[in-house]
C-alpha cells in the first residue's frame, strides 16, 4: 500500500523558514516524480513544486526563489524548504507522486493527507 | 503559461443525474490531462488520466473524454459518495503544471 505521509507544518512569523518532509512507502520512490501542492483554505489547489526522478526541479512562479524542492532516495523522502514566507503561503501542502517513463513524468497517482502552515504573527 | 478553464464553478444535482463538468485548455495539452476528486477536508483522489482512462478501483459511472483542447468529465448516475469537488490538471508541462479552478457537486 502507497503511503505518503507528510510533517513539518506549523506557525510561523511571516518572513520565517520552515522545511516540510513527505515519508514515503509502497512504491519504488526513485522511479517516482515526487510534488508538492497546496490549497489555501476555501481556495483550489496550487501545484508549487516538482522534482523528476532523475532530479530535475520545477517551481511556480509564486516560489520560485524562495522554496527548495529536494529528495533522499536513500531515505524515500522528500523535502520543501521554505524561506521568506509570507501570509499569502497559508495553506495545506500536500505531497504527491507521479510515475515517470522514457523521460516523462505523469498524472499524480498518490495524495498525502497534507500538513498545515499557518503563516502570521 | 497553459491556463485550465473549468466550469461551472458549482453545480447542482440529485440522486441518479447525469453530471457533466468541462475542462478547456488555453493550448494544447495533446491528452496529458487528469481528473480529480477532493472531498471536504480530505486530499484530492486520482480518477481518470490520459484523460479518458479510469485510474484503478474507480467506479465506471465515472468518464472522461475530449475534443480539441476541451475536455470533459461525466457522472453517468451521480451517487451519494459524489458529492465533492472535482479538479482537472495538465501534465503536458511542468512549466508549471496547472489545475483548473475546481467545481463543487452539491445536493439540489
Known amino acids: 500500500e502507497v503511503q505518503l505521509l507528510e510533517s513539518g507544518g506549523g506557525l510561523v512569523q511571516p518572513g520565517g523558514s520552515l522545511r516540510l518532509s513527505c515519508a514515503a512507502s509502497?512504491?519504488?520512490?526513485?522511479?517516482?516524480?515526487m510534488s508538492w501542492v497546496r490549497q489555501s483554505p476555501g481556495k483550489g489547489l496550487e501545484w508549487v513544486s516538482i522534482?523528476?526522478?532523475?532530479?530535475?526541479?520545477y517551481y511556480a512562479d509564486s516560489v520560485k526563489g524562495r522554496f527548495t524542492i529536494s529528495r533522499d532516495n536513500s531515505k524515500n523522502t522528500l523535502y520543501l524548504q521554505m524561506t521568506s514566507l509570507s501570509a499569502e503561503d497559508t495553506a495545506v501542502y500536500y505531497c504527491?507522486?507521479?510515475?515517470?517513463?522514457?523521460?516523462?513524468?505523469?498524472?499524480?497517482?498518490?495524495w498525502g493527507q497534507g500538513t498545515l502552515v499557518t503563516v502570521s504573527s | 503559461d497553459i491556463q485550465m478553464t473549468q466550469s461551472p464553478s458549482t453545480l447542482s444535482a440529485s440522486i441518479g443525474d447525469r453530471v457533466t463538468i468541462t475542462c478547456r485548455a488555453s493550448?494544447?495539452?495533446?491528452?496529458?490531462l487528469a481528473w480529480y476528486q477532493q472531498k471536504q477536508g480530505k486530499a484530492p483522489k486520482l480518477l481518470i488520466y490520459?484523460?479518458?482512462t479510469l485510474a484503478s478501483g474507480v467506479p465506471s459511472r465515472f468518464s472522461g473524454s475530449e475534443s480539441g483542447t476541451e475536455f470533459t468529465l461525466t457522472i453517468s448516475s451521480l451517487q451519494p459518495d459524489d458529492f465533492a469537488t472535482y479538479y482537472c490538471?495538465?501534465?503536458?508541462?511542468?512549466?508549471?503544471?496547472?489545475f483548473g479552478g475546481g467545481t463543487k457537486v452539491e445536493m439540489k
Open positions: 504527491a507522486n507521479a510515475y515517470c517513463s522514457g523521460g516523462a513524468c505523469f498524472h499524480f497517482d498518490n
Open positions: 509502497g512504491f519504488t520512490f526513485s522511479t517516482y516524480a
Open positions: 522534482i523528476t526522478h532523475i532530479g530535475g526541479t
Open positions: 493550448q494544447s495539452i495533446d491528452s496529458w
Open positions: 490520459k484523460a479518458s
Open positions: 490538471q495538465q501534465y503536458r508541462t511542468y512549466s508549471p503544471l496547472t
